[in-house]
C-alpha cells in the first residue's frame, strides 16, 4: 500500500558530498516522522538523523555539523544532505517513514536501501 523510494547514493571521494532523496508513494493519511538510518555489514542500523512532522531534527553524534535532514511534505519526501564525507560514512542509506494510511492503519515503512561509499 505504501512504497518508499530512495535516490542519490553512489560514489564519492573523501571531503564531498552527496544528497539522499526518499519518496513515499500509495495510500498515505499522513506521515509523522522521518528518518535516516546506515548499516555496513556486521553491524547493528545505526541512527543518522530523524525529523519530526513540525520540523525538529535529530542528528546523530558522528555526522553532525556535517549531515542535514530536511523533508517536503507536500512531496512525502525526506531528504539526508551529506557533507564533508568521510571513508567512515560509506554504508547502506535507509529511510524510514511513520505512515497513517486512508485507512487508518499505523506502521513503519523502510525504503530498499542504497549504497553511499566514500573513497579516493
Known amino acids: 500500500q505504501v512504497q518508499l523510494v530512495q535516490s542519490g547514493g553512489g560514489l564519492v571521494q573523501p571531503g564531498g558530498s552527496l544528497r539522499l532523496s526518499c519518496a513515499a508513494s500509495?495510500?498515505?493519511?499522513?506521515?509523522?516522522?522521518m528518518g535516516w538510518y546506515r548499516q555496513v555489514p556486521e553491524k547493528e542500523r545505526e541512527l543518522v538523523a530523524t525529523i519530526s512532522s513540525d520540523g525538529n531534527t535529530n542528528i546523530g553524534y558522528s555526522v553532525r555539523g556535517r549531515f542535514t535532514i530536511s523533508r517536503d511534505n507536500a512531496k512525502n519526501t525526506v531528504y539526508l544532505q551529506m557533507n564533508s564525507l568521510k571513508p567512515e560514512d560509506t554504508a547502506v542509506y535507509y529511510c524510514?517513514?511513520?505512515?497513517?494510511?486512508?485507512?487508518?492503519?499505523?506502521?513503519?515503512?523502510w525504503g530498499q536501501g542504497i549504497q553511499v561509499t566514500v573513497s579516493s
Open positions: 500509495g495510500s498515505i493519511r499522513s506521515i509523522n516522522a
Open positions: 524510514n517513514f511513520g505512515v497513517l494510511t486512508t485507512g487508518w492503519a499505523r506502521f513503519t515503512s
